[in-house]
Nanobody
Framework: QLQPVESGGGLVQPGGSLRLSCAAS????????IGWFRQAPDKAREFVGG????????DYADSVKGRFTISRDTVKNIVYLQMNSLKPESTAVYYC?????????????????WGQGTQVTVSS
């Protein structure tokens, strides 16, 4: 099983940066993919990006390409979501999720293990 735990959310001004962390513990941690999703009030959960643990292959939503970067630290078992040039519409609860298939999926239902979420607010 996987036990994702997010951290690093907060308040940031438009144009600013923030880095979220997802600590992914579990005995199968070398065979999974991690996805980042976000959900704003009264909106559906949407895919932000994801990475495979073994090969480091990544995928991003078009809305964040060029601004967000996902990376992993295989020693610390942490996946990072670096968010630059943040916009007010980026405000949401951000979740990391794991699936025991080494392929990133853009569908949130494909992930069986979820963190508790961390709030990101972009506002001046």
């Amino acid at each position: 099983q996987l036990q994702p735990v997010e951290s690093g959310g907060g308040l940031v001004q438009p144009g600013g940066s923030l880095r979220l962390s997802c600590a992914a513990s579990g005995k199968d941690s070398d065979r999974y993919a991690i996805g980042w999703f976000r959900q704003a009030p009264d909106k559906a959960r949407e895919f932000v990006g994801g990475i495979t643990w073994s090969g480091g292959s990544s995928d991003y939503a078009d809305s964040v390409k060029g601004r967000f970067t996902i990376s992993r630290d295989t020693v610390k078992n942490i996946v990072y979501l670096q968010m630059n040039s943040l916009k007010p519409e980026s405000t949401a609860v951000y979740y990391c999720a794991g699936r025991l298939v080494p392929v990133v999926s853009r569908t949130w239902r494909s992930y069986g293990y979820w963190g508790q979420g961390t709030q990101v607010t972009v506002s001046s």
